[in-house]
């Protein structure tokens, strides 16, 4: 198996199928209303874990290794539309988080010092009930503690001590939030909008 593995990973065409599920997922398959196709798609294809109870908008944008993309995302979850999840070093999203539209996640991006443009990322964690602002940018290598909240377009370059609300580029603590969290998420709207049953929630 191996011997076929490493055959695989020198030809072409295989790089170049790999590539066509992303490019299927993220400019056909996300802008499918139908959430069942779209959740079945990173499951199956892009396998991209994903909890009970989770929604992922439409628009979503995943990126990944050929194999797989290294995203895990936990239960009672909110993935809003246009989120970018860079699955090449790894994503890891806890339970009960909060992900607002066009957030953009990374695991990997380049060493502005090396001389060959050297690749550089670790894994982003996310955990439980965090809550991360619209259009914030999550850099390689953080970790966002339990509870911690985020603000709208903040850049977050360092760690997010639990129950920390950051905000500002780059991101600074700016408050603290109540450790009082009692809430699940459940939320899934209709189509490409925000319109959803609140009393089934």
Not at 62 to 81: A, F, Q
Not at 95 to 101: A, I, T
Not at 120 to 138: E, M, T
Request: proline letters at 4%; charged letters at 20%; aromatic letters at 10%.
């Amino acid at each position: 198996m191996s011997r076929i593995k490493s055959w695989l990973l020198r030809q072409p065409f295989f790089y170049a199928l790999m590539g066509l599920k992303y490019y299927l997922g993220n400019n056909l398959v996300a802008h499918f209303p139908n959430e069942r196709l779209r959740s079945w798609y990173l499951r199956r294809i892009l396998k991209v874990s994903i909890g009970h109870d989770t929604h992922v908008s439409m628009r979503w944008f995943v990126t990944g290794y050929p194999v797989r993309s290294h995203v895990s995302i936990g239960n009672n979850c909110v993935i809003n539309r246009e989120v970018y999840l860079d699955g090449r070093t790894g994503v890891i999203i806890g339970n009960n988080v909060n992900v607002s539209f066009q957030t953009c996640i990374l695991s990997l991006h380049h060493d502005h010092n090396s001389p060959d443009f050297k690749a550089i990322g670790d894994v982003v964690k996310i955990h439980d009930h965090a809550w991360i602002g619209a259009r914030a940018v999550i850099l390689p290598g953080v970790t966002i503690g339990e509870g911690a909240v985020v603000a709208a377009g903040a850049v977050v370059a360092r760690d997010v001590a639990p129950y920390d609300v950051v905000g500002g580029v780059p991101a600074k603590k700016i408050g603290e939030r109540n450790r009082d969290i009692q809430y699940l998420t459940k939320f899934s709207p209709f189509f490409d909008s925000d319109v959803f049953d609140e009393t089934a929630a």
